[in-house]
């Protein structure tokens, strides 16, 4: 069996090394010219663990990244807001909540594949039946056509249309910089304002990962200045992160997704990653759920079902769980966004309580203790 699979992001690079151990061949096609060492940090949680531990690089995701096993919530003045405990959960779910640097996930993915498993620099622009079409006319068959491009997906587009994404209403930075200590062993912080949020996390060896959000129209071009001046008066170590992240490690863009499809794909082609179920960050799941459809992918082709019943199975097990995530992720970021100060004030309360905490935690471990399917 021969599977093409369109885009190498962290989704099209894992469903190529999951679909390789259970002996499917692959080809990812990917239209930018060379796979760039981009981006931030990835919270990759208990279940994303999981899922690396079936495509055998799970020791090596932890070998590079940092263990957390708390969120320390509280105010831009520094008053507390409350204490989320994952580390019971983790051990419940049999892996540890990390985050890594996005580059650096993508080169351990990269490693576990040879040379000509990958094609760069070529655009898909359309499929029939399960053949890919390039911009230059090349037609590439396989048994299987899988649509990991994206957002903006192409493979997506050609099976439900052209749709607009949905703007979540804020805008984010992103960064790593050098970690001074500013962090409790194995937590991670979130300061929550007035429509703005701040979070970081520890990232591997040396680095924080952090990110900043803020209410504006989109479209909005934004500055570390920008950053700065949002920040400039919060309790530290908020402004001491930002000022110490250098310019060209700072990444910046509005925050959209898609609202969840009833189906994914036909026939022998399905769609997988943010081109399925684009989220906003606010669960730090997207990358995880990827990695869940990876492994899912694989375990129904292995099954030994007709190609077209095992993707519709693939698809019947992951669209009720990401289409959750998906709705959970909005709310979330449309209770954490709140800019009128009695919502802001209720909001802390409610975060702060134990009916909000219980609440957020049966949340965290219907999410975390997923079970993965094994290969």
């Known amino acids: 069996m021969r599977a093409v699979i369109i885009g190498a992001g962290i989704g099209g690079l894992a469903a190529a090394v999951a679909l390789r151990r259970v002996g499917v061949e692959t080809l990812t096609v990917e239209r930018v010219s060379s796979i760039r060492e981009v981006g931030a940090g990835l919270s990759m949680w208990s279940n994303a663990m999981n899922a690396f531990r079936e495509l055998g690089v799970e020791a090596r995701v932890k070998g590079a990244a ?39 996930l993508q080169r351990i993915l990269l490693e576990e594949l040879p040379p000509e498993a990958l094609r760069t620099g070529v655009r898909c622009v359309a499929f029939e039946d399960s053949t890919a079409i390039l911009e230059d006319g090349e037609r590439i068959e396989a048994d299987v056509l899988v649509g990991a491009d994206g957002i903006s997906s192409v493979i997506r587009e050609r099976l439900h249309g052209t749709a607009p994404l949905r703007y979540a209403g804020y805008t984010c930075w992103r960064g790593i910089c050098r970690d001074e200590g500013v962090l409790p062993d194995r937590s991670t912080l979130l300061a929550v304002g007035a429509g703005t949020q701040f979070g970081v ?67 022998r082609v399905t769609l997988l990653g943010d081109a399925a179920h684009a989220t906003t960050p606010n669960l730090g799941q997207g990358a995880c759920q990827a990695l869940e459809d990876a492994v899912t992918l694989a375990h129904c082709l292995k099954s030994g079902r007709h190609v077209e019943a095992a993707l519709r199975e693939y698809e019947r097990l992951r669209i009720p769980r990401t289409t959750q995530i998906v709705k959970d992720s909005w709310r979330s970021g449309r209770m954490f966004q709140v800019d009128q100060r009695t919502l802001e004030w209720l909001r802390n309360w ?24 094994k290969l």
């Not at 409610?350 to 219980?358: A, K, P, Y």
Request: charged share 20%.
């Open 66 to 104: 940092s263990v957390f096993e708390r969120t320390l919530s509280r105010t831009p003045a520094g008053r507390p807001i409350g204490v989320s405990e994952f580390a019971k959960m983790s051990r419940d779910a049999g892996a540890p909540c990390v985050c890594i640097h996005r580059a650096v």
């Open 350 to 373: 409610f975060v702060g309580s134990s009916l909000g905490r219980g609440l957020a935690m049966r949340m965290f471990r219907e999410v975390l203790t997923y079970p993965v399917p």
């Open 201 to 267: 996390w520890p990232c591997g060896a040396g680095q924080l990962y952090w990110f900043l959000t803020k209410n504006a129209p989109q479209g909005t071009t934004q500055t570390k200045a920008d950053a700065l001046a949002l920040c400039r008066d919060w309790a530290a170590p908020v402004p001491e992160v930002i000022e110490g992240t250098p310019e060209d490690a700072i990444v910046h863009n509005d925050i959209v997704d898609r609202p969840p499809l009833r189906w994914w794909g036909r026939g």
